[in-house]
């Protein structure tokens, strides 16, 4: 556990080693049984609300300690299982950070339900972080307006998202002239309202309830908004949303591991013969695990440094899963090659640990970026 106060973290999760085990015990009673159903379509609210019960959601928010050693830890537990699943933890919990870092009072007052798995939100910033970065225009523009702003746009690839529930999102504020002024950043309730259209099928993660947004003069009212401007308070924050990203490629790797480990008993004779074997696999991903959980001691550190070193261990996180989720099917053989199997399930998982943003390219991008900036003219 960090070095926070048991004292100050609001119950029923102060002891993290309950936590985890809650976590995981659902993870295999519950979810287990239903990955491939997820990984065909099915959307598993009811599953993600037993495990805002046991805790998932709860760990990297300040009113429950910062722990965000715990909240890695517990997405980990959940992507061991059905990476999707833990992908759309991760949506929530960056949600439920945005939430609490708002300071809003009234999206504070939200985020009991949100915690528990009560109500469910995701987050709608891939195509701003990639447009802060200058790889794509920003999707969302806003106009101000009495009392709030006026948003209209499309955003495509919002994931954990369904009508009734609530996504973060950011949009452009530009000036009369077209020049851009600033970006605010706010929770978009989707009501009637917003217009959801269904992506094209993808070839896993299709439990993940993807949809596009299409806004047309939607009223973002001061309860909605979570930072205005936006830049600073995306600044702060990055770290921490990259940081926890790595709790998915983290099961996907352990998960795919114990696959390997699986059939050592009748395959190991044969499979002494392939690379990247089960133990040094483990020895790389131990030593990720534990680059990151110092990381997770200090997620807001605003410094180039630390931002670097996220970057990095989450770079190494997304290749480490491609790595292990294809010796893991080596491993395994025509078994793993099953539709019904979890190694070609993993396969899939690993390859949109590599693409979602920041995907890989953006990762290296952005670490270049990071380290011209540090080279005088």
């Not at 980990?76 to 992908?87: H, K, L, V």
């Not at 600044?235 to 591991?257: D, E, K, M, T």
């Amino acid at each position: 556990m960090n070095s926070v106060a048991v004292s100050s973290i609001t119950a029923p999760w102060a002891d993290d080693t309950k936590v985890l085990a809650d976590v995981g015990l659902v993870a295999q009673q519950q979810l287990a049984p239903a990955a491939k159903r997820i990984d065909e379509g099915y959307y598993p609210l009811d599953i993600m609300a037993s495990l805002g019960q046991a805790g998932a959601y709860a760990g990297h928010l300040d009113q429950h300690g910062c722990r965000f050693d715990l909240a890695i830890s517990a997405m980990s537990e959940i992507s061991r299982q059905c990476g999707a699943t833990g992908f759309m933890t991760w949506c929530h919990d960056v949600c439920g950070l945005y939430m609490e870092q708002s300071g809003n009072p009234a999206l504070l007052a939200r985020l009991g339900d949100h915690t528990l798995g009560r109500t469910f939100g995701g987050t709608g910033l891939s195509n701003p972080m990639k447009a802060l970065a200058g790889i794509e225009k920003m999707a969302f523009k806003a106009k101000k307006v009495p009392g709030g702003y006026s948003v209209s746009g499309t955003l495509p690839w919002v994931s954990h998202i369904a009508e009734g529930q609530y996504c973060g999102a950011v949009a452009a504020v530009d000036r009369s002239d077209g020049s851009r002024s600033h970006e605010i950043m706010f929770l978009l309730d989707l009501d009637e309202r917003v217009s959801l259209r269904a992506c094209p099928e993808f070839s896993g993660m299709e439990g993940t309830s993807t949809w596009a947004i299409t806004l047309v003069d939607y009223f973002v009212s001061e309860d909605q908004m979570i930072a205005d401007p936006a830049r600073p308070f995306i600044q702060r924050i990055r770290g921490a949303f990259v940081l926890l990203q790595v709790g998915i490629a983290a099961g996907i790797i352990q998960g795919s591991i114990d696959a390997m480990r699986e059939v050592e008993p009748t395959l190991g004779h044969v499979n002494q013969y392939l690379h990247n074997r089960p133990d040094e696999l483990q020895a790389e991903f131990d030593d990720l695990v534990a680059r990151t959980m110092v990381l997770a001691k200090t997620p807001y550190d605003g410094s180039k440094e630390f931002f670097l070193d996220v970057l990095d261990v989450r770079s190494q996180g997304a290749e480490l899963c491609l790595k292990a989720s294809q010796s893991s099917l080596l491993h395994q053989g025509a078994k793993g090659y099953l539709m019904s199997a979890s190694p070609q399930r993993r396969i899939r998982e690993a390859h949109f640990v590599a693409i979602v943003t920041p995907a890989i390219k953006h990762l290296r991008w952005e670490m270049a970026k990071q380290m011209r900036e540090e080279v005088p003219a």
